[in-house]
């Protein structure tokens, strides 16, 4: 059984649980909070969150685990057979992780937090996103799903990015920088939001930023 740690705040930590709904995985949750105890190191090499533990021990980075749980567990795949087209899907992945949503990250303390990000840091990181939203948009297919006609694990990493990406410039710049470059992202959302495993995720996720913010 596979046991999966962290909570369910973090976006990494939502796309590796959503994969686990999806593919119909049986795991349990452990709540885990970030941290530099020694137990947690253990555990997970940098104290992150999420990291999954194993028979055969214990694994962290979100998108290791998703290719581990895709080898391991290849019924209901999530990812093309064609090693093309599948490479294309992780170029989705990699895209929206690293041109947007890590440049996104350095304003989610102010966003959510109640810290505070400098205004050379807000207007660096704008810049950033709108390379990075352009790049993805240059890439996505939308057809109706991210990487065409089958969803797949890129449809929930960039579904779940999205959610803390828009809020982010909503709340930073008074302006949804991803509805700016993807103007039919509403219904792509929707799509999106028919899956149970999304709606589990959504409703867990709400709980527990209600809890965290209290
Ligand atoms: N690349 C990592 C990112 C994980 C990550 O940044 N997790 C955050 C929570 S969303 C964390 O543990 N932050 C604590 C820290 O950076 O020390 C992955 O894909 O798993």
Avoid at 101 to 107: D, F, P, Q, T, V
């Amino acid at each position: 059984m596979i046991n999966l740690c962290g909570f369910a705040v973090s976006n990494y930590y939502n796309k590796t649980k959503l994969v686990l709904l999806e593919k119909g995985i049986a795991f349990t949750e452990e709540q885990v909070f970030p941290s530099q105890d020694e137990a947690l190191l253990k555990r997970s090499p940098l104290g992150k969150i999420p990291f999954i533990e194993t028979e055969n021990g214990c694994l962290s980075e979100s998108q290791v685990i998703l290719e581990y749980l895709e080898e391991t567990y290849p019924e209901t795949p999530l990812y093309p057979a064609n090693s093309f087209e599948r490479a294309k899907c992780r170029e989705l992945i990699h895209h929206t992780e690293l041109n947007i949503e890590l440049h996104a990250r350095r304003l989610y303390k102010e966003a959510f937090f109640g810290g505070s990000a400098s205004d050379d840091t807000k207007n660096e990181v704008k810049e950033l996103l709108e390379k990075g939203l352009k790049g993805l948009a240059r890439l996505a297919k939308f057809s109706p799903y991210i990487a065409g006609d089958t969803y797949t694990a890129a449809d929930g990493v960039v579904w779940l990015h999205f959610f803390m990406v828009s809020a982010t410039c909503q709340k930073i710049y008074g302006t949804d920088l991803v509805a700016a470059h993807f103007p039919d992202i509403a219904a792509y959302k929707q799509l999106i939001e028919t899956r149970p495993a999304a709606q589990k995720v959504a409703a867990d996720r709400a709980a527990a930023m209600a809890a965290f913010l209290k």
